[in-house]
């Protein structure tokens, strides 16, 4: 039986560049500071950008999706702007939600295949608590 309190601690989560959560029928926000970041990292103007990457729908600036994913998920199943990637994008899915709400907890795990099997409610909150005070 595995006993954490023993040896260093596991890792909650690590990442399967699975590309699942850069799929869907929209995309996480995009500040006007991240954007500007994006267009310096792909060397167009920020005009540019907002037409051929971005959509802007009710006050609120998304990336576009095509083909049911973002559109800057690569060929090779990685971001393609992966150091300038939004904030949303960066600390998924270590997301706030999970501190106050199990069952928030639940889904996102159940959504991300790179959490530990065996992670708990406690364990995800720590590491949520310990991202947002580096943030
Ligand atoms: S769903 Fe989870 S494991 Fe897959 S790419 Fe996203 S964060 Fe990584
Ligand atoms: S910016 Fe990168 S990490 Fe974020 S949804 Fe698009 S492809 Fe995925």
Not at 46 to 61: D, H, N
Not at 65 to 92: A, E, N, Q
Request: charged share 30%; glycine share 8%; hydrophobic share 35%.
């Amino acid at each position: 039986m595995d006993d954490n309190t023993k040896g260093p601690p596991r890792a909650v989560f690590e990442c399967k560049c699975c590309g699942h959560c850069c799929h869907g029928v929209k995309t996480v926000s995009v500040s006007k500071k991240e954007q500007e970041g994006i267009a310096e990292f792909l060397g167009i103007g920020l005009e540019e950008l907002k037409e051929r990457f971005l959509v802007t729908e009710g006050g609120s600036t998304s990336m576009k999706v095509v083909d049911g994913h973002c559109i800057f998920y690569g060929k090779d199943g990685l971001c393609s702007i992966h150091p300038v990637k939004p904030f949303h994008c960066k600390r998924w899915p270590l997301h706030p939600s999970i501190l106050a709400d199990e069952a928030a907890w639940l889904a996102i795990k159940a959504d991300c295949q790179g959490f530990r099997e065996d992670a708990t409610w406690d364990e995800a909150k720590r590491i949520v608590e310990e991202w947002m005070n580096e943030s």
